[in-house]
């Protein structure tokens, strides 16, 4: 079944403890990306990598570091998580055709809660 | 970067009526043009996009249609149920690759 999987769906931590949230897609996407949803701002992009090795900073990319080492994988990593990085991420894959986007597939989530 | 505007941000109909959603963008680059519905606790989904190239597109009770000239796009629901009741997204698409979202409409359909 074609899918992006994200793990952890809730996560937990305190202040200053770095973390990783997996994000993992079987479509052979070149382009991947990650959001955050917080109520009344809507989906906000965090950063977005068009193929192995290529990534941008999206909307919001202060605290958050990403890498692509490989086409199925983009990890989201929060080296020192503060309380204003609690939010509902998602992470998004889409086939890319050159300057051309796709659909966007989604992951199905990670709540996290920084205390 | 792109500024994107959705109105109206809530809207309330009756099952049957007709829902319309409005998104407004600056790029004139934009070539991509998709609604995205969210569900409760659940991922955002594609339910339809439209190319710069087509002026209109249906699918069943959904269709979109743009306007590039004014760089607009806009969801249209028709013979709302229960079921749509949701949260929509618009998310225009242009050659830069990175993608803003509209803030959202939540649209309550009342049985």
């Known amino acids: 079944e074609a899918q992006v999987t994200q793990n952890p769906r809730y996560l937990i931590t305190v202040t200053g403890k770095k973390l990783t949230v997996t994000c993992s897609q079987n479509?052979?996407?070149?382009?991947m990306s990650w959001y955050r949803q917080d109520p009344g701002l809507g989906l906000r992009q965090i950063y977005y990598s068009m193929n192995v090795e290529v990534t941008d900073k999206g909307d919001v990319p202060e605290g958050y570091k990403v890498s692509r080492k490989e086409k199925r994988n983009f990890p989201l990593i929060l080296e020192s998580p503060s309380p204003n990085q609690t939010s509902l991420y998602f992470c998004?894959?889409?086939?890319?055709?050159?300057?051309?986007?796709?659909?966007?597939?989604f992951g199905s989530g990670t709540q996290l809660s920084v205390l | 970067g792109e500024n994107v505007e959705q109105h109206p941000s809530t809207l309330s109909v009756q099952e049957g009526d007709s829902a319309v959603i409005k998104c407004t963008y600056s790029d004139s680059a934009s070539n991509y043009f998709p609604w995205y519905k969210q569900e409760l606790g659940k991922r955002p989904q594609l339910i339809i996009d439209i190319r710069s190239n087509v002026g209109e597109k249906k699918d069943q009770r959904i269709a979109v249609t743009l306007n590039k000239t004014a760089k607009h796009f806009s969801l249209h629901i028709t013979e709302t149920q229960p079921e749509d009741s949701a949260v929509y997204f618009c998310a225009p698409y242009g050659g830069y690759q990175k993608v803003t979202f509209g803030i959202g409409t939540k649209l309550q359909v009342i049985p």
């Open positions: 998004a894959s889409s086939l890319s055709k050159g300057f051309l986007l796709e659909k966007l597939f």
């Open positions: 479509m052979n996407h070149e382009y």
